[in-house]
């Protein structure tokens, strides 16, 4: 055999020994100094000495080494986050240290992995761009913190799941007193009073510091004593035994039918903005008590809500104290100028018919309203009218009766609720005061008994004041 295909065939068992033992690409980069001198004297047919294969083996095992030494980094971002390649003779397992580092998993031959400069593993990236359970426990840390420094503060009672269009009281704190309570500046008993909150009369929960809670009610901002309120579970339930269910008209004249359908017979008329007390709730309709009884009415026309009393502030008493003191002494002077002519005399002094069988004892201003009133017992009774002889409705006879001491009330029911102040109870009742029910109002007499411009079957009567849920007592003067 001649020495040139012994060379050739050298060269083919020693490349394919190198294929073996090294990939393909780490030969392809080495071949600029694999074969330096040699791939010339190959490309010429010449061959190479095994001289020169064994010194650019060497070559390339320490480009092994240097590789593996010094590998590649790039960084990524803020995190600092480097690229490296991992040595392409072998793969890297997991334990591995590159550098000095530790590498977390495992990977490949000529695979590419992540290392950070981050001593701990990365948990998953959470919304925020962060490990979410590491901030949740760095925001618990902090609320344990807070709450060491602040043991008096409590935790906002929780909102209690609720219906669409529902309302969630849990945050109500609720009055429960003989008269009222007061709402003081601070928690600390010696503090300014800055309002008050009467018996059943509802705020809004804000804190709790110690024995005291804060609230907000009506204009009223402050503190009230623990002992004298409901809060939370407690709250929710009385809630549904004080809170009063109202249903606000909000169209012209409201039909209230006999059944939850618009076919049914009509029962009786409602005027707009009026408030009637809910018995019932559909999802379609609501069933309400009227002076002719209890009907139903569609939801769309009405806004439901929960309506407590709130708490009035110093400034608001002293004003309303004053406005009293002044619509008393207007209403003296407009009943000493009708005096003589237009006290009670039965069907004679009216038009009407059956008010000689009532009288009110007692010379107060409120009692010359009530027997002014009982003249025009028996006239009838006319949805929206105004005449005290001819026709009126219910809020129209108040308004008529009271007209005629010089005060001016709305002709709506509703609106009679907000007239002068409150009186706690039926006990406390005064000839004179306006009783409000649902849908209704009367004036009372004295006695429990009131004067009210009743239905179109009825027309004005006398009746007992409890014989529907008493809403609201107001007192003009």
């Known amino acids: 055999m001649r020495k040139g295909p012994k060379k050739a065939f050298a060269v083919i068992v020693l490349t394919a020994l190198i294929m073996t033992c090294f990939p393909v690409d780490d030969i392809r980069a080495a071949s600029s100094f694999l074969f330096p001198a040699a791939g010339g004297a190959l490309a010429a047919g010449n061959g190479c000495s095994i001289q020169d294969i064994r010194a650019n083996v060497?070559?390339?095992?320490?480009?092994?080494?240097?590789i593996a030494n010094h590998e590649k980094i790039t960084k990524k971002d803020e995190a600092e986050v480097a690229k490296v390649e991992t040595p392409s003779s072998k793969a890297v397992s997991e334990g591995t240290t590159i550098d000095g580092v530790a590498v977390v998993g495992s990977a490949s031959e000529g695979a590419t992995i992540e290392i950070t400069?981050?001593?701990?593993?990365?948990?998953?990236?959470?919304m925020n761009g962060g490990d979410d359970t590491e901030l949740a426990e760095e925001e618990t840390k902090e609320d344990n913190a807070e709450e060491e420094a602040n043991p008096s503060i409590d935790v906002k009672p929780e909102s209690q799941d609720v219906e669409e269009g529902e309302e969630d009281l849990s945050d109500q704190v609720i009055a429960v007193v003989d008269g009222y309570v007061n709402v003081r500046s601070e928690p600390d008993e010696n503090s300014e009073v800055v309002g008050k909150l009467y018996n059943h009369s509802a705020g809004t929960w804000l804190d709790k510091q110690g024995d005291?809670?804060?609230?907000?009610?009506?204009?009223?901002?402050?503190?009230?004593?623990?002992?004298?309120?409901?809060?939370?579970?407690?709250?929710?339930?009385?809630?549904?035994?004080?809170?009063?269910?109202?249903?606000?008209?909000?169209?012209?004249t409201l039909k209230i039918r006999e059944e939850a359908s618009a076919d049914s017979k009509v029962l009786g008329l409602v005027a707009n903005e009026d408030q009637l007390s809910v018995i019932e709730e559909t999802e379609e309709w609501i069933k309400v008590n009227i002076e002719e009884g209890d009907g139903w009415v569609s939801r769309e026309y009405v806004s439901l809500s929960t309506w407590f009393p709130k708490a009035e502030s110093k400034a608001e008493e002293e004003a309303r104290l004053k406005k009293e003191a002044s619509e008393r002494k207007r209403a003296q002077q407009a009943a000493a100028r009708s005096a003589g002519g237009k006290k009670s005399s039965g069907k004679n002094s009216g038009g009407g018919g059956g008010g000689g069988s009532y009288s009110v004892s007692g010379g107060g201003l409120g009692s010359s309203v009530a027997n002014y009133a009982l003249q025009f017992v028996g006239n009838p009774y006319v949805y929206g009218g105004t005449s005290l002889t001819n026709g009126t409705d219910c809020s129209g006879f108040t308004m008529g009766v009271y007209r005629n001491f010089g005060v001016s009330l709305p002709h709506s029911s509703g609106a009679q609720r907000a007239v002068g102040y409150g009186v706690g109870s039926l006990a406390e009742a005064q000839p004179g005061d306006l009783i409000c029910y649902s849908g209704h109002v009367g004036l009372y007499i004295g006695g429990g008994q009131i004067v009210h411009a009743s239905t179109a079957k009825t027309g004005i009567k006398v009746s007992n004041a409890g014989y529907r849920n008493i809403l609201a007592i107001r007192r003009i003067f």
Do not use: C
């Open 117 to 126: 400069d981050d001593p701990a593993p990365a948990a998953k990236e959470g």
């Open 58 to 66: 060497a070559r390339n095992a320490a480009m092994q080494s240097t």
């Open 212 to 252: 005291w809670y804060k609230i907000e009610s009506g204009n009223v901002v402050g503190f009230v004593k623990g002992e004298y309120v409901q809060t939370g579970q407690a709250a929710v339930k009385l809630a549904a035994e004080v809170g009063q269910r109202l249903a606000t008209v909000h169209t012209t």
